[in-house]
């Protein structure tokens, strides 16, 4: 049992390349997360799925895009990365239904992503 | 506009002693309220968390409170270890999704 597993680690691009990160989780969550963290500050969400084939804005989507093809990955792209996306990436995932357990939220190990 | 606020950066400890964590919040739909821990390189890890509708929740050597009227809540960590030296981050959930909010974090640092 793996968790919440993130592909790359570590990841360096120059401005307007573009990346897709991988979130994978093996627990059967059905709501899936993406963060961002940067430096001085809490994790601010990107963009959230309650499920297979659904996706919604959090409270920084600009410049992100995101997809849940399977129940299992949740894949956050950048069509035209820019220095101020520079940050660490991380990956979440939970139990639908609400109650203290439900609201708790699994985390990968983060990447570290740079824009030059 | 930050509706969960940690304003103490840093907190520093002697080995034994009590640790206190202090959030603030200023949303009054948050209904859960989850504390959060992060070593280096790592991913957060949960702690502990508790409910809207209670004061008070107890794990171990870690207790949360909860005072609504204030939208105050602490984290009580008794003793404390080296070990616990790590970023703690307060979080609060809402609405559809259970969606979370963090708190910038403190860095906690147990000295022995």
């Known amino acids: 049992n793996a968790g919440v597993t993130q592909t790359p680690k570590f990841r360096v691009l120059k401005t307007g390349q573009s990346m897709t990160l991988l979130c994978a989780q093996d627990m059967n969550h059905e709501y899936m997360y993406w963060y961002r963290q940067d430096p001085g500050m809490g994790l601010r969400l990107i963009h959230y799925s309650v499920g297979e084939g659904t996706t919604a804005k959090g409270e920084v989507p600009d410049g992100y895009n995101v997809s849940r093809l399977k129940k299992q990955n949740f894949l956050l792209g950048l069509e035209s990365a820019a220095p101020s996306q520079t940050s660490v990436y991380f990956c979440?995932?939970?139990?639908?239904?609400?109650?203290?357990?439900?609201?708790?939220?699994?985390f990968g190990p983060g990447t570290r992503l740079t824009v030059l | 506009d930050q509706q969960v606020k940690q304003n103490s950066p840093s907190l520093s400890v002697q080995e034994g002693r009590i640790s206190i964590l202090n959030c603030d919040y200023t949303?009054?739909?948050?209904?859960?309220f989850l504390w959060y821990k992060k070593y280096p390189a790592e991913g957060p890890t949960f702690l502990i968390s508790i409910s809207s509708i209670k004061d008070k929740n107890e794990d171990g050597r870690f207790t949360v409170f909860l005072n609504k009227s204030a939208k105050h809540l602490s984290l009580h960590i008794v003793p404390s270890q080296p070990g616990d030296s790590a970023v703690y981050f307060c979080?609060?959930?809402w609405g559809y999704g259970n969606k979370l909010v963090f708190g910038a974090g403190t860095i906690l640092r147990v000295k022995s």
């Open positions: 979440a995932s939970s139990y639908r239904a609400r109650g203290m357990v439900a609201d708790t939220q699994y």
């Open positions: 979080a609060a959930s």
């Open positions: 949303n009054s739909m948050f209904d859960y």
